[in-house]
Protein backbone atom coordinates (compact mmCIF):
# COMPACT_ATOMS: atom_id res chain seq x y z
CA UNK A 1 0.00 0.00 0.00
CA UNK A 2 0.95 3.46 -1.04
CA UNK A 3 -0.11 7.49 0.18
CA UNK A 4 -0.05 9.59 -2.42
CA UNK A 5 -0.44 13.14 -1.76
CA UNK A 6 -1.32 15.71 -4.57
CA UNK A 7 -0.95 19.36 -3.83
CA UNK A 8 -2.70 22.47 -4.99
CA UNK A 9 -0.56 22.99 -8.08
CA UNK A 10 -1.00 19.19 -9.39
CA UNK A 11 -5.14 19.95 -9.40
CA UNK A 12 -5.57 23.58 -10.66
CA UNK A 13 -6.28 23.11 -14.36
CA UNK A 14 -8.27 20.25 -16.02
CA UNK A 15 -5.26 19.35 -17.76
CA UNK A 16 -3.23 18.79 -14.31
CA UNK A 17 -6.52 16.93 -13.20
CA UNK A 18 -6.72 14.55 -16.20
CA UNK A 19 -2.12 14.01 -15.18
CA UNK A 20 -3.48 13.06 -11.80
CA UNK A 21 -5.23 10.27 -13.58
CA UNK A 22 -1.98 9.21 -15.44
CA UNK A 23 -0.02 9.21 -12.26
CA UNK A 24 -2.46 6.57 -10.68
CA UNK A 25 -2.91 4.59 -13.70
CA UNK A 26 0.74 3.33 -13.71
CA UNK A 27 0.32 2.11 -10.22
CA UNK A 28 -2.25 -0.15 -11.42
CA UNK A 29 -2.95 -2.69 -9.44
CA UNK A 30 -1.52 -1.48 -5.99
CA UNK A 31 -3.32 0.31 -3.03
CA UNK A 32 -3.46 3.51 -2.97
CA UNK A 33 -4.77 6.31 -0.55
CA UNK A 34 -4.65 9.62 -2.20
CA UNK A 35 -4.74 12.90 -0.30
CA UNK A 36 -6.03 15.88 -2.51
CA UNK A 37 -5.44 19.65 -1.39
CA UNK A 38 -8.03 22.35 -2.51
CA UNK A 39 -7.45 23.45 -6.41
CA UNK A 40 -4.76 25.83 -7.11
CA UNK A 41 -5.75 29.14 -5.30
CA UNK A 42 -8.75 27.83 -3.94
CA UNK A 43 -7.88 28.62 0.04
CA UNK A 44 -6.27 31.78 -0.99
CA UNK A 45 -9.90 32.85 -2.18
CA UNK A 46 -11.86 31.03 1.04
CA UNK A 47 -9.66 33.34 2.68
CA UNK A 48 -11.36 36.29 1.43
CA UNK A 49 -14.19 35.18 1.54
CA UNK A 50 -14.11 35.09 5.63
CA UNK A 51 -11.95 38.08 5.90
CA UNK A 52 -15.25 39.81 4.12
CA UNK A 53 -17.63 37.73 6.18
CA UNK A 54 -15.98 38.26 9.69
CA UNK A 55 -15.58 42.00 8.65
CA UNK A 56 -19.71 42.09 7.99
CA UNK A 57 -19.23 42.59 4.50
CA UNK A 58 -22.22 39.55 4.02
CA UNK A 59 -22.91 40.79 0.22
CA UNK A 60 -18.59 40.76 -1.05
CA UNK A 61 -18.42 37.67 1.34
CA UNK A 62 -21.39 35.52 -1.04
CA UNK A 63 -20.35 37.47 -4.35
CA UNK A 64 -16.54 36.17 -3.50
CA UNK A 65 -17.99 32.25 -2.54
CA UNK A 66 -19.65 32.76 -5.85
CA UNK A 67 -16.72 33.09 -7.70
CA UNK A 68 -15.10 30.06 -6.10
CA UNK A 69 -18.52 27.99 -6.96
CA UNK A 70 -18.46 28.83 -10.49
CA UNK A 71 -15.29 28.08 -11.08
CA UNK A 72 -15.90 24.66 -9.57
CA UNK A 73 -18.90 23.82 -11.46
CA UNK A 74 -17.21 24.76 -14.64
CA UNK A 75 -13.67 22.68 -13.98
CA UNK A 76 -16.86 19.88 -13.10
CA UNK A 77 -18.61 20.28 -16.35
CA UNK A 78 -15.50 19.83 -18.24
CA UNK A 79 -14.63 17.02 -16.94
CA UNK A 80 -17.39 14.94 -16.38
CA UNK A 81 -20.33 13.06 -18.18
CA UNK A 82 -21.52 10.02 -16.60
CA UNK A 83 -20.93 10.84 -12.95
CA UNK A 84 -21.45 14.91 -13.34
CA UNK A 85 -24.93 15.00 -12.25
CA UNK A 86 -24.05 12.89 -9.20
CA UNK A 87 -20.94 14.77 -8.80
CA UNK A 88 -23.19 18.31 -8.97
CA UNK A 89 -25.59 17.11 -5.62
CA UNK A 90 -22.61 16.76 -4.27
CA UNK A 91 -21.15 20.03 -4.39
CA UNK A 92 -24.19 21.72 -4.17
CA UNK A 93 -24.46 20.40 -0.89
CA UNK A 94 -20.60 21.86 0.25
CA UNK A 95 -21.86 25.20 -1.41
CA UNK A 96 -24.56 24.90 1.19
CA UNK A 97 -22.63 24.26 4.19
CA UNK A 98 -20.82 27.41 3.89
CA UNK A 99 -23.84 29.69 2.33
CA UNK A 100 -25.64 28.91 5.68
CA UNK A 101 -23.16 30.01 7.62
CA UNK A 102 -22.41 33.52 5.63
CA UNK A 103 -25.81 34.38 5.52
CA UNK A 104 -25.69 34.64 9.60
CA UNK A 105 -23.76 37.54 11.87
CA UNK A 106 -20.24 35.97 13.48
CA UNK A 107 -20.57 36.26 16.75
CA UNK A 108 -16.86 33.87 17.74
CA UNK A 109 -13.77 34.48 17.02
CA UNK A 110 -11.81 34.45 13.71
CA UNK A 111 -9.88 31.21 13.51
CA UNK A 112 -13.41 29.07 14.21
CA UNK A 113 -15.11 30.30 10.94
CA UNK A 114 -11.40 30.46 9.06
CA UNK A 115 -12.01 26.76 9.87
CA UNK A 116 -15.87 26.31 8.83
CA UNK A 117 -15.33 27.79 4.89
CA UNK A 118 -11.77 26.99 4.32
CA UNK A 119 -12.18 23.29 4.86
CA UNK A 120 -15.18 23.38 1.94
CA UNK A 121 -11.59 24.00 -0.60
CA UNK A 122 -10.46 20.07 -0.20
CA UNK A 123 -14.12 18.77 -0.01
CA UNK A 124 -15.02 20.10 -3.50
CA UNK A 125 -11.76 19.29 -4.89
CA UNK A 126 -11.59 15.64 -3.85
CA UNK A 127 -15.28 15.58 -5.08
CA UNK A 128 -14.56 16.39 -8.58
CA UNK A 129 -11.00 14.36 -9.08
CA UNK A 130 -12.72 11.25 -7.18
CA UNK A 131 -15.55 11.19 -9.83
CA UNK A 132 -13.26 12.07 -12.83
CA UNK A 133 -11.41 9.00 -11.55
CA UNK A 134 -13.75 6.91 -12.24
CA UNK A 135 -14.87 8.36 -15.56
CA UNK A 136 -11.71 6.98 -16.32
CA UNK A 137 -12.48 4.08 -15.17
CA UNK A 138 -10.48 4.17 -11.92
CA UNK A 139 -12.84 2.81 -9.50
CA UNK A 140 -12.32 4.86 -6.22
CA UNK A 141 -13.98 5.15 -2.28
CA UNK A 142 -14.41 8.67 -1.45
CA UNK A 143 -14.46 9.59 2.25
CA UNK A 144 -15.34 12.64 3.65
CA UNK A 145 -11.73 13.15 6.22
CA UNK A 146 -14.26 14.83 8.82
CA UNK A 147 -15.22 11.77 9.86
CA UNK A 148 -12.05 10.08 10.33
CA UNK A 149 -9.54 13.08 12.05
CA UNK A 150 -11.13 13.87 15.48
CA UNK A 151 -9.18 16.73 16.52
CA UNK A 152 -9.55 19.21 19.40
CA UNK A 153 -10.90 22.91 19.11
CA UNK A 154 -7.54 24.32 18.62
CA UNK A 155 -8.86 25.97 14.86
CA UNK A 156 -6.17 26.85 12.48
CA UNK A 157 -3.76 24.74 14.23
CA UNK A 158 -6.10 21.63 15.67
CA UNK A 159 -4.01 18.46 17.02
CA UNK A 160 -5.29 15.05 16.10
CA UNK A 161 -6.70 12.66 18.52
CA UNK A 162 -4.22 9.82 18.23
CA UNK A 163 -6.46 7.01 20.13
CA UNK A 164 -9.33 7.42 18.15
CA UNK A 165 -8.38 8.50 14.76
CA UNK A 166 -6.45 5.47 14.67
CA UNK A 167 -9.42 3.37 15.84
CA UNK A 168 -11.25 4.94 12.97
CA UNK A 169 -8.73 4.11 10.34
CA UNK A 170 -8.44 0.82 11.06
CA UNK A 171 -12.31 0.29 11.44
CA UNK A 172 -13.23 2.18 8.64
CA UNK A 173 -10.74 3.13 5.94
CA UNK A 174 -8.90 0.15 6.10
CA UNK A 175 -12.04 -2.02 5.17
CA UNK A 176 -12.39 0.18 2.06
CA UNK A 177 -9.72 -1.27 0.68
CA UNK A 178 -11.55 -4.72 -0.02
CA UNK A 179 -13.85 -2.91 -2.25
CA UNK A 180 -11.45 -1.14 -4.73
CA UNK A 181 -7.78 -0.24 -4.61
CA UNK A 182 -8.02 3.53 -4.37
CA UNK A 183 -9.63 5.54 -1.90
CA UNK A 184 -9.81 9.52 -1.67
CA UNK A 185 -9.84 11.74 0.53
CA UNK A 186 -8.90 15.45 1.62
CA UNK A 187 -6.28 16.68 3.52
CA UNK A 188 -5.73 19.65 6.29
CA UNK A 189 -9.02 19.27 7.87
CA UNK A 190 -10.50 17.20 10.56
CA UNK A 191 -13.81 17.91 12.84
CA UNK A 192 -14.22 17.88 16.88
CA UNK A 193 -16.24 15.68 18.50
CA UNK A 194 -19.04 18.07 18.32
CA UNK A 195 -18.57 18.03 14.55
CA UNK A 196 -17.15 21.55 13.82
CA UNK A 197 -15.03 21.46 11.14
CA UNK A 198 -10.92 22.22 11.91
CA UNK A 199 -7.96 22.58 9.59
CA UNK A 200 -4.22 21.51 10.98
CA UNK A 201 -2.04 24.53 9.91
CA UNK A 202 -1.75 25.62 6.66
CA UNK A 203 -0.28 23.75 4.04
CA UNK A 204 -1.57 20.67 6.58
CA UNK A 205 -1.94 18.52 3.87
CA UNK A 206 0.97 17.04 3.59
CA UNK A 207 0.65 16.26 7.30
CA UNK A 208 -2.38 14.42 6.95
CA UNK A 209 -1.20 11.99 4.37
CA UNK A 210 1.45 11.44 6.94
CA UNK A 211 -0.74 10.31 9.66
CA UNK A 212 -2.62 8.36 6.99
CA UNK A 213 0.48 6.42 6.26
CA UNK A 214 1.51 5.77 9.55
CA UNK A 215 -1.77 4.62 10.59
CA UNK A 216 -1.97 2.00 7.49
CA UNK A 217 0.10 -0.52 6.67
CA UNK A 218 1.61 1.71 4.05
CA UNK A 219 5.42 1.35 2.56
CA UNK A 220 5.91 5.04 1.55
CA UNK A 221 4.67 8.47 1.22
CA UNK A 222 4.75 10.63 -2.20
CA UNK A 223 4.41 13.88 -2.43
CA UNK A 224 3.95 15.03 -5.81
CA UNK A 225 4.80 18.79 -6.24
CA UNK A 226 5.24 21.36 -9.36
CA UNK A 227 8.87 20.85 -8.98
CA UNK A 228 11.84 17.95 -9.43
CA UNK A 229 12.17 17.62 -5.75
CA UNK A 230 13.25 19.20 -2.63
CA UNK A 231 15.64 22.19 -4.06
CA UNK A 232 18.15 23.78 -1.80
CA UNK A 233 16.32 27.00 -2.44
CA UNK A 234 12.79 28.37 -3.99
CA UNK A 235 13.54 27.96 -8.04
CA UNK A 236 11.55 31.11 -8.44
CA UNK A 237 13.76 33.04 -6.04
CA UNK A 238 16.89 31.38 -7.31
CA UNK A 239 16.72 30.11 -11.11
CA UNK A 240 20.21 27.67 -10.46
CA UNK A 241 18.84 25.93 -7.21
CA UNK A 242 19.39 22.46 -7.24
CA UNK A 243 17.78 19.28 -6.80
CA UNK A 244 18.80 17.71 -3.32
CA UNK A 245 18.53 13.96 -3.97
CA UNK A 246 18.53 12.58 -0.56
CA UNK A 247 17.54 14.21 2.38
CA UNK A 248 17.35 12.66 6.06
CA UNK A 249 14.86 13.70 8.70
CA UNK A 250 16.31 15.44 10.57
CA UNK A 251 17.98 17.79 7.96
CA UNK A 252 13.83 18.26 6.50
CA UNK A 253 12.78 19.08 10.12
CA UNK A 254 14.88 21.52 10.49
CA UNK A 255 13.73 22.80 6.85
CA UNK A 256 10.55 22.93 7.50
CA UNK A 257 11.44 24.70 11.00
CA UNK A 258 12.87 27.55 9.75
CA UNK A 259 10.09 27.79 6.59
CA UNK A 260 11.08 26.15 3.44
CA UNK A 261 7.28 25.39 2.02
CA UNK A 262 8.56 22.19 0.32
CA UNK A 263 7.26 19.91 3.94
CA UNK A 264 4.69 20.84 6.55
CA UNK A 265 6.52 20.55 9.85
CA UNK A 266 4.36 18.19 11.39
CA UNK A 267 4.88 15.74 8.89
CA UNK A 268 7.90 13.80 9.15
CA UNK A 269 7.44 12.83 12.82
CA UNK A 270 4.44 10.40 11.86
CA UNK A 271 7.03 8.54 9.26
CA UNK A 272 10.16 8.78 11.50
CA UNK A 273 8.54 7.09 14.24
CA UNK A 274 7.95 4.13 11.80
CA UNK A 275 10.89 4.46 9.40
CA UNK A 276 8.51 5.26 6.23
CA UNK A 277 10.56 6.98 3.43
CA UNK A 278 8.75 9.97 1.78
CA UNK A 279 9.47 11.15 -1.56
CA UNK A 280 9.17 14.07 -2.96
CA UNK A 281 8.38 13.96 -6.73
CA UNK A 282 7.48 15.25 -9.71
CA UNK A 283 3.99 15.55 -11.15
CA UNK A 284 4.61 16.76 -14.28
CA UNK A 285 7.10 14.59 -15.02
CA UNK A 286 6.71 10.70 -12.87
CA UNK A 287 9.74 9.50 -14.58
CA UNK A 288 11.97 12.20 -12.96
CA UNK A 289 14.04 10.41 -9.59
CA UNK A 290 12.73 13.42 -7.60
CA UNK A 291 13.93 13.08 -3.40
CA UNK A 292 14.10 10.65 -1.18
CA UNK A 293 13.85 11.25 2.56
CA UNK A 294 14.71 8.94 4.71
CA UNK A 295 16.42 7.53 8.77
CA UNK A 296 20.14 7.47 7.46
CA UNK A 297 22.89 9.63 7.65
CA UNK A 298 24.03 12.17 5.28
CA UNK A 299 27.15 14.48 4.46
CA UNK A 300 28.23 16.86 1.84
CA UNK A 301 25.11 18.91 2.04
CA UNK A 302 24.87 22.46 -0.10
CA UNK A 303 23.67 25.24 1.56
CA UNK A 304 20.03 25.24 2.28
CA UNK A 305 18.28 29.07 1.96
CA UNK A 306 14.89 29.92 3.16
CA UNK A 307 13.51 33.45 2.45
CA UNK A 308 10.78 34.44 4.36
CA UNK A 309 9.29 38.00 3.66
CA UNK A 310 6.36 39.79 5.35
CA UNK A 311 8.13 39.60 8.75
CA UNK A 312 7.87 41.71 12.16
CA UNK A 313 10.16 42.81 14.71
CA UNK A 314 8.69 43.15 18.04
CA UNK A 315 11.22 44.59 20.84
CA UNK A 316 10.27 43.97 24.51
CA UNK A 317 12.06 46.11 27.28
CA UNK A 318 11.98 45.38 30.69
CA UNK A 319 10.16 48.55 31.99
CA UNK A 320 12.08 48.86 35.38
CA UNK A 321 15.63 47.94 33.81
CA UNK A 322 14.78 44.55 35.69
CA UNK A 323 16.92 41.60 34.55
CA UNK A 324 14.45 39.50 31.55
CA UNK A 325 14.66 35.93 33.94
CA UNK A 326 12.67 33.04 34.25
CA UNK A 327 9.65 34.65 35.01
CA UNK A 328 8.91 37.48 32.35
CA UNK A 329 9.96 34.44 30.17
CA UNK A 330 7.51 32.16 31.51
CA UNK A 331 4.69 35.08 31.52
CA UNK A 332 6.17 35.37 27.64
CA UNK A 333 5.21 31.61 26.76
CA UNK A 334 1.82 31.80 28.22
CA UNK A 335 0.84 34.59 25.94
CA UNK A 336 2.29 32.30 23.22
CA UNK A 337 0.56 29.56 24.16
CA UNK A 338 -2.60 31.66 24.61
CA UNK A 339 -3.05 33.17 21.20
CA UNK A 340 -1.73 30.39 19.48
CA UNK A 341 1.47 31.87 18.15
CA UNK A 342 4.78 31.48 17.60
CA UNK A 343 8.23 33.43 16.81
CA UNK A 344 10.54 32.47 14.02
CA UNK A 345 13.48 33.88 16.14
CA UNK A 346 13.80 34.96 19.34
CA UNK A 347 17.07 36.80 21.17
CA UNK A 348 17.13 37.50 24.70
CA UNK A 349 19.43 40.29 26.41
CA UNK A 350 19.94 41.08 30.08
CA UNK A 351 16.89 43.65 29.64
CA UNK A 352 14.97 43.05 26.38
CA UNK A 353 13.69 40.50 24.31
CA UNK A 354 13.68 40.46 20.33
CA UNK A 355 10.95 38.37 18.36
CA UNK A 356 10.92 38.15 14.48
CA UNK A 357 7.57 36.82 13.94
CA UNK A 358 5.01 36.30 10.75
CA UNK A 359 3.15 39.88 9.80
CA UNK A 360 -0.29 38.14 11.48
CA UNK A 361 -1.80 41.11 12.46
CA UNK A 362 -4.97 40.26 15.16
CA UNK A 363 -1.84 38.27 16.52
CA UNK A 364 0.52 41.03 16.87
CA UNK A 365 -1.95 43.08 18.12
CA UNK A 366 -2.65 40.49 21.26
CA UNK A 367 0.82 39.69 21.69
CA UNK A 368 2.05 43.29 21.87
CA UNK A 369 -1.26 44.20 24.10
CA UNK A 370 -0.33 40.97 26.28
CA UNK A 371 3.10 41.99 26.89
CA UNK A 372 2.91 45.66 27.52
CA UNK A 373 1.71 44.41 31.03
CA UNK A 374 5.61 43.54 31.46
CA UNK A 375 7.52 45.44 28.77
CA UNK A 376 7.66 48.14 26.91
CA UNK A 377 6.24 47.28 23.21
CA UNK A 378 8.15 48.48 19.93
CA UNK A 379 6.95 46.71 16.62
CA UNK A 380 8.97 46.71 13.37
CA UNK A 381 7.43 45.67 10.00
CA UNK A 382 8.19 44.96 6.83
CA UNK A 383 11.19 42.46 7.55
CA UNK A 384 12.76 39.91 5.90
CA UNK A 385 13.72 36.50 7.63
CA UNK A 386 16.58 35.05 5.97
CA UNK A 387 17.93 31.32 7.03
CA UNK A 388 20.64 29.66 5.42
CA UNK A 389 21.68 25.62 6.23
CA UNK A 390 25.46 24.70 5.59
CA UNK A 391 26.02 28.15 4.96
CA UNK A 392 29.18 30.03 4.06
CA UNK A 393 30.27 33.07 4.56
CA UNK A 394 30.54 34.05 1.44
CA UNK A 395 27.36 33.01 0.50
CA UNK A 396 25.68 35.12 3.51
CA UNK A 397 27.55 38.00 2.51
CA UNK A 398 26.67 37.44 -1.70
CA UNK A 399 22.68 37.43 0.05
CA UNK A 400 23.07 39.88 2.63
CA UNK A 401 23.74 42.58 -0.24
CA UNK A 402 20.73 45.55 -0.46
CA UNK A 403 20.18 44.73 3.11
CA UNK A 404 20.85 46.26 6.37
CA UNK A 405 20.54 43.72 9.36
CA UNK A 406 18.35 44.00 12.46
CA UNK A 407 19.57 41.06 14.33
CA UNK A 408 21.50 37.88 13.39
CA UNK A 409 22.17 34.20 15.05
CA UNK A 410 24.31 32.17 13.72
CA UNK A 411 25.52 28.35 14.59
CA UNK A 412 27.98 26.40 13.14
CA UNK A 413 25.26 25.33 10.95
CA UNK A 414 22.92 28.21 10.71
CA UNK A 415 22.98 31.72 10.19
CA UNK A 416 19.32 33.65 10.60
CA UNK A 417 19.41 37.37 9.64
CA UNK A 418 16.46 39.64 10.11
CA UNK A 419 16.74 42.40 7.58
CA UNK A 420 15.45 45.16 5.50
CA UNK A 421 15.88 46.98 2.11
CA UNK A 422 18.34 49.57 2.40
CA UNK A 423 17.71 52.62 1.39
CA UNK A 424 20.04 52.72 -1.43
CA UNK A 425 18.56 49.13 -2.67
CA UNK A 426 14.70 50.42 -2.54
CA UNK A 427 16.02 53.74 -5.02
Not at 224 to 243: R, T
Not at 262 to 270: A, D
Not at 365 to 383: H, M, N, P, Y
Amino acid sequence: MKVFKFGGASANSAERIKNIASIIRAYHGEQLLIVISAMGKTTNALEKVTEAFFNNHQEEALKLFEVIKQTHLTTAKYLLVTEYNKTLQQLVDFFTEVEWLLHDKPVREFDYYYDQIVCVGELLSTAIISAYLREEHLDNTWIDVRDVFRTDDNFRDAGIDWTFTRQKVQDEVLPLFSKSSIVVTQGFIGATDENESTTLGREGSDYSAAVFTNMLPADSLTIWKDVEGVMNADPKLFPDAQLIAELNYVEVIEMAYYGAQVIHPKTIKPLQNKSIPLYVKCFLNKDLPGTVIHNQSLKGLPPIIVFKEQQVLMQLHSKDFSFVGEKPLARLYEIFADIKYKPNLMQTGAVSIQLCLDDRAEKIEKLAFAASDTFDVQIEKGLTLLTIRHYTDALLQELRKGYTVDLLQQSPDTVQVVMKKSAAAEK
